[in-house]
């Protein structure tokens, strides 16, 4: 099961997943999107909002591998901040995926085996400025993903987060020609003296990237791995 399956890194996930052979459950809140990922890798889709919690706390997951991938951003200072687009971004982003492992969790055990990863970020090892929402999710997603480990350890099951910089996707572009259009400077700009500012590495990632780095964490090279934190950013937290 890969959420936020229709789109960005988690298509691509999705991709790769059944690309090595696993079927794959694409979970999206646009639910046509993700049918056609579905069919394009011979998968299932399933229409769902993260953010309706009353719907996933009774819910029982039989999958061997869950990556919790979907994920918004809202960009203010704090004292600017809407409290409403606080509790979604946690709702979505930590909330939804700790009861999606607790649905996983029990079939996991039952199986002695059990893949977790979360698709974390830089931005759940270090803060910037104006995503109060977003880093505090991603922090809190680190620690629920380090629980985990330790309870599912001597269980067959692991739990990780993946950690990445700045990813091509529609999010990230979004947030460049937000940028572009608030300080008055070219989108290239942007790329270039802002979101590449701390990289070694000066380019954004591909999703595809990410997707081969989630595949071998679910995979039997990645069995002694638990708990960990991969970047993977360029450099970025090297500074």
């Known amino acids: ?81 809407d409290p409403q687009w606080f509790r979604r971004i946690l709702t979505l982003m930590l909330e939804a995926p700790f009861l999606l492992t607790r649905a996983a969790l029990p079939g996991m055990y039952e199986r002695g085996f059990g893949r977790i990863v979360h698709v974390s970020s830089v931005h759940g090892l270090r803060a910037s400025k104006y995503k109060a929402a977003y880093v505090a999710a991603k922090h809190g997603v680190e620690g629920l993903s380090k629980v985990t480990a330790l309870e599912g350890g001597d269980r067959g099951v692991t739990s990780n987060c993946v950690n990445p910089g700045y990813v091509r996707t529609a999010l990230v572009a979004e947030q460049i020609a937000e940028q572009a259009a608030a300080h008055g400077i070219s989108e290239q700009q942007v790329t270039d003296e802002v979101f590449l500012a701390r990289p070694a590495i000066k380019r954004l990632i591909e999703p595809a990237e990410v997707a081969g780095l989630v595949a071998w964490l679910c995979g039997p090279e990645a069995a002694m791995v638990t708990g960990a934190s991969y970047t993977m950013d360029g450099g970025w937290t090297a500074n």
Do not use: C, K, S, Y
């Not at 079927?23 to 993260?50: N, P, Q, S, Y």
């Open 1 to 81: 099961m890969v959420t936020g399956g229709a789109a960005g890194i988690g298509a691509a996930v999705a991709r790769r997943l059944a690309a090595d052979g696993a079927a794959v459950t694409v979970v999206d809140r646009d639910g046509d999107a993700a049918a056609v990922v579905a069919r394009e890798i011979g998968g299932t889709a399933l229409a769902l909002d993260l953010t309706d919690t009353a719907a996933l706390t009774g819910l029982e997951l039989d999958v061997d591998v869950l990556v919790n991938n979907a994920g918004v951003q809202h960009v203010a200072p704090i004292d600017e901040f």
